[in-house]
């Protein structure tokens, strides 16, 4: 058959551009990043009950919104990166150690993000194995891959920086709704072509796109996720702008976590991806996302084991790392004129 499985195949050794690598020394037990992940689990659950039931309850109760319970929000969208994360180690199976398991709570927090879960794996392990190839780098402007004027580019990349990568997420599940081959021109002309091996990311994609089974998946937990929020929304009833906001925010943050351990990350560098500074607490709340590019040259280790990697780094004076806040706002430069070596 034509179609490959992108999720078999970016897993596979040869589909990773990441350097061997050894396994640390005294890495985290999988039981203790099992523990961390119910744990977790836990806290994405709770945060997600109180933003789609819990506050229009409250706002109800109080007649309305008060900014006592609009300052509640915070909490909620700071539970975003576990939410993501959670969904992430699902991606790499490494949420639950039986893979059925696994495979059922990364879809069922994907529909309470309302992220389509299928599209995002594969998306997810197609960025793994080709990372920063012409399709998967939004922040830069090359005349050779880049398609249009500048300020069309420019505009794009900051659309996609302030939300738009959600928002296409939100909506990217109505091509599993339309025919396969109108599903399937959409897609390859999104993708595109470019590139020394744009012609088999755009196939990879297209395929994905059509293929029947997923579709399947697709259209089921898009109806699921949009039965769970407009069951908030009329929950909410006048209020309904706080739901939007709070959806916003969040998709937000997805937005720009996604975009910068990569921004203008050249192509030889080690694993096309960096690391970055921040205080432990706020690790686990990333759940080590900061320490990207430990995660691209160790793709099937938990995250609780790559602090032990970047330490050992740091240790022999290699790969120094920036601050997170400096790397998030430094992003809004805009476009990189090149990312090839040298």
């Given at each position: 058959?034509?179609?490959?499985?992108?999720?078999?195949?970016?897993l596979?050794?040869?589909?990773?551009?990441?350097?061997?690598?050894?396994?640390?020394?005294?890495?985290?037990?999988?039981?203790?990043?099992?523990?961390?992940?119910?744990?977790?689990?836990?806290?994405?659950?709770?945060?997600?009950?109180?933003?789609?039931?819990?506050?229009?309850?409250?706002?109800?109760?109080?007649?309305?919104?008060?900014?006592?319970?609009?300052?509640?929000?915070?909490?909620v969208?700071?539970a975003?990166?576990?939410?993501?994360?959670?969904?992430?180690?699902?991606?790499?199976?490494?949420?639950?150690?039986?893979?059925?398991?696994?495979?059922?709570?990364?879809?069922?927090?994907?529909?309470?993000?309302?992220?389509?879960?299928?599209?995002?794996?594969?998306?997810?392990?197609?960025?793994?194995?080709?990372?920063?190839?012409?399709f998967?780098?939004?922040?830069?402007?090359?005349?050779?891959?880049?398609?249009?004027?500048?300020?069309?580019?420019?505009?794009?990349?900051?659309?996609?920086?302030?939300?738009?990568?959600?928002?296409?997420?939100?909506?990217?599940?109505?091509?599993?709704?339309?025919?396969?081959?109108?599903?399937?021109?959409?897609?390859?002309?999104?993708?595109?072509?470019?590139?020394?091996?744009?012609?088999?990311?755009?196939?990879?994609?297209?395929?994905?796109?059509?293929?029947?089974?997923?579709?399947?998946?697709?259209?089921?937990?898009?109806?699921?996720?949009?039965?769970?929020y407009?069951?908030?929304?009329?929950?909410?009833?006048?209020?309904?702008?706080?739901?939007?906001?709070?959806?916003?925010?969040?998709?937000?943050?997805?937005?720009?976590?996604?975009?910068?351990?990569?921004?203008?990350?050249?192509?030889?560098?080690?694993?096309?991806?960096?690391?970055?500074?921040?205080?432990?607490?706020?690790?686990?709340?990333?759940?080590?996302?900061?320490?990207?590019?430990?995660?691209?040259?160790?793709?099937?280790?938990?995250?609780?084991?790559?602090?032990?990697?970047?330490h050992?780094?740091?240790?022999?004076?290699?790969?120094?790392?920036?601050?997170?806040?400096?790397?998030?706002?430094?992003?809004?430069?805009?476009?990189q004129?090149?990312?090839?070596?040298?």
């Amino acid at each position: 058959m034509e179609f490959l499985s992108a999720e078999s195949e970016a897993l596979s050794p040869s589909a990773t551009r990441a350097e061997p690598a050894r396994r640390p020394t005294h890495s985290p037990q999988p039981s203790t990043a099992a523990r961390m992940n119910a744990a977790l689990f836990a806290v994405a659950f709770a945060a997600l009950s109180y933003e789609l039931i819990g506050l229009p309850l409250l706002l109800d109760a109080a007649g309305g919104p008060t900014l006592a319970l609009l300052a509640t929000l915070a909490p909620v969208v700071l539970a975003t990166p576990i939410h993501w994360g959670l969904i992430h180690e699902g991606i790499h199976g490494q949420l639950a150690r039986e893979r059925r398991v696994n495979e059922r709570l990364a879809r069922a927090l994907s529909i309470g993000l309302a992220m389509p879960f299928d599209a995002v794996r594969f998306g997810h392990l197609m960025h793994h194995r080709f990372t920063r190839e012409p399709f998967d780098r939004p922040d830069v402007h090359d005349t050779h891959d880049a398609s249009g004027p500048r300020w069309r580019r420019r505009v794009a990349y900051y659309g996609r920086l302030m939300g738009g990568l959600y928002l296409a997420e939100l909506l990217l599940p109505l091509l599993a709704f339309m025919p396969g081959r109108l599903a399937r021109a959409i897609i390859e002309r999104g993708v595109g072509a470019h590139g020394r091996e744009g012609v088999q990311v755009q196939r990879l994609f297209a395929n994905h796109a059509t293929d029947p089974v997923r579709r399947r998946r697709a259209r089921r937990d898009w109806l699921a996720s949009l039965a769970l929020y407009a069951a908030s929304f009329a929950l909410y009833g006048k209020a309904w702008p706080v739901l939007l906001a709070a959806m916003y925010l969040r998709g937000l943050w997805l937005s720009l976590a996604d975009n910068l351990p990569h921004y203008g990350v050249a192509l030889d560098e080690p694993g096309r991806a960096r690391d970055f500074r921040v205080p432990r607490a706020l690790g686990v709340m990333l759940m080590n996302h900061h320490l990207h590019r430990q995660h691209h040259l160790h793709p099937t280790l938990p995250w609780t084991a790559l602090p032990a990697l970047v330490h050992a780094e740091e240790a022999a004076g290699v790969a120094p790392r920036t601050g997170y806040l400096a790397a998030v706002l430094r992003q809004f430069k805009g476009l990189q004129p090149g990312v090839d070596p040298g």
